[in-house]
């Protein structure tokens, strides 16, 4: 068991907060119960499972233990409740966490889509933000999330934690303007949406085509010009309020759950 919170080992692992570390390894480190039980769901590559016997007192936790410990790849390293605690975010730790391989999706080579919904953001900024959208993206079923130019890390740890587990589940690609073209003109069949505050179509009064691409833009700047050259509709949320916008996360749910429900009822018998 290591007991030291100086380990190099330890060290190493608590680096992997740092973004440029996280890219380096091509790794990341997911804490709790829900997110490393996902992960073991999902298939994840699982480099290293860490646990803390005393703090890890459910018994599903447990489970998760016993079941990686029959697995060749994955390393288990038992560690005392001050060493977990000085890698936890949690402000009541559950006892376990695992390093785990990132998994990026290659967009270039996919052609041919016929039906689904996939979102794309543009330079989303508070990884909060996106962990809410990932999460949002596995509840309707979206193919799949596109991060665009300067988008914050989905590995990031507070993306991990609001994704609660839906990093494993919504498969995510990194695209800039050149490979977004690229991709639209291999799928012909699929249509692009925007979204902009100035924008005169109602979002609630239009008929979402399938397949669909989604296309959200930054917190501050909103949607930009080139890539909502690339749309062939611009909508808008319509609002009552004084302020002109909303959250990205709460704008990105309405929009997909709008599209959702039009879909779903399309396909009901």
């Known amino acids: 068991m290591i007991s030291s919170t100086s380990n190099p080992r330890i060290k190493a692992i608590r680096k992997l907060?740092?973004?440029?570390?996280?890219?380096?390894?091509?790794?990341?480190?997911?804490?709790?119960?829900?997110?490393?039980?996902?992960a073991v769901d999902s298939g994840a590559q699982i480099q290293e499972?860490?646990?803390?016997?005393e703090l890890l007192v459910s018994d599903y936790g447990r489970s998760l233990v016993e079941k990686l410990k029959v697995d060749t790849s994955v390393e288990l390293i038992?560690?005392?409740k001050e060493v977990f605690e000085s890698l936890a975010r949690k402000e009541k730790p559950q006892g376990i966490a695992a390093v785990i391989r990132q998994n990026w999706a290659e967009l270039t080579n996919l052609s041919g889509i016929k039906t689904g919904n996939w979102v794309a953001l543009e330079a989303v900024q508070n990884p909060g933000n996106l962990g809410t959208v990932l999460r949002t993206c596995d509840?309707?079923?979206?193919?799949?999330?596109?991060?665009?130019?300067?988008?914050?890390?989905?590995?990031?740890?507070?993306?991990?934690?609001?994704?609660?587990?839906?990093?494993?589940?919504?498969?995510?690609?990194?695209?800039?303007?050149?490979?977004l073209e690229r991709f639209l003109k291999q799928n012909p069949a699929m249509s692009t949406i925007g979204t902009s505050d100035k924008a005169e179509r109602d979002c609630f009064e239009f008929d979402y085509p399938d397949p669909l691409l989604l296309?959200?833009?930054?917190?501050?700047?909103?949607?930009?010009?080139?890539?909502?050259?690339?749309c062939q509709t611009m909508i808008s949320i319509p609002m009552e309020g004084d302020l002109d916008s909303l959250n990205l996360s709460v704008a990105t749910g309405v929009m997909l759950y709008q599209i959702y429900n039009q879909h779903r009822k399309k396909?009901?018998?």
């Open 17 to 38: 907060a740092d973004s440029k570390e996280r890219a380096a390894n091509n790794t990341f480190l997911a804490e709790g119960l829900r997110v490393v039980g996902q």
């Open 139 to 179: 509840a309707v079923g979206a193919k799949g999330l596109i991060l665009l130019d300067y988008s914050t890390d989905p590995y990031d740890p507070a993306a991990i934690k609001a994704s609660m587990g839906a990093i494993f589940t919504v498969t995510v690609f990194k695209a800039d303007l050149p490979v």
């Open 267 to 269: 396909v009901r018998p």
């Open 215 to 230: 296309m959200m833009g930054s917190e501050r700047k909103g949607l930009s010009t080139p890539y909502q050259q690339l």
């Open 49 to 53: 499972l860490l646990y803390c016997d």
């Open 78 to 80: 038992e560690i005392s």
